[in-house]
């Protein structure tokens, strides 16, 4: 499986960005997809999960309300639209697949695949 993540770059605080994730596989329908992020000195965080059908998604409360994860199973694509960005959300972003098991994870140990990131920068 590969993860190729897309849609970052520099936006205004308030603004809004869509991050998009290309996955390979003819089983994308089967994997849950997360978001995480990484900040400079901190370490790697949940940011958003939707389990493989789309039905169900969980948030950190530090976007809840604020960023939307979705999928496209045809397009073989989980985005995540971002609105209302803070200073805060400055950091690599990260997609992943959870290719086994029935339930999503919001644990980075327990993702398979990553993408490469792709960098998100507010600026106030």
């Known amino acids: 499986v590969q993860l190729q993540a897309s849609g970052g770059g520099l936006v205004q605080v308030g603004g809004s960005l869509r991050l998009s994730c290309a996955a390979s596989?003819?089983?994308?329908?089967?994997?849950?997809m997360g978001w995480f992020r990484q900040a400079p000195g901190k370490v790697r965080e949940f940011v958003a999960v939707i389990n493989y059908s789309g039905g169900s998604t969980y948030y950190a409360d530090s976007v809840k309300d604020r960023f939307t994860i979705s999928r496209d199973n045809a397009k073989n694509t989980v985005y995540l639209q971002m609105n209302s960005l803070k200073p805060e959300d400055t950091a690599v972003y990260y997609c992943?697949?959870?290719?086994?098991?029935?339930?999503?994870?919001?644990?980075?140990?327990?993702?398979?695949?990553w993408g490469q990131g792709t960098q998100v920068t507010v600026s106030s």
């Open positions: 992943a697949a959870k290719v086994s098991g029935r339930y999503y994870s919001i644990y980075a140990r327990d993702f398979d695949y």
């Open positions: 596989g003819r089983t994308f329908s089967s994997y849950h």
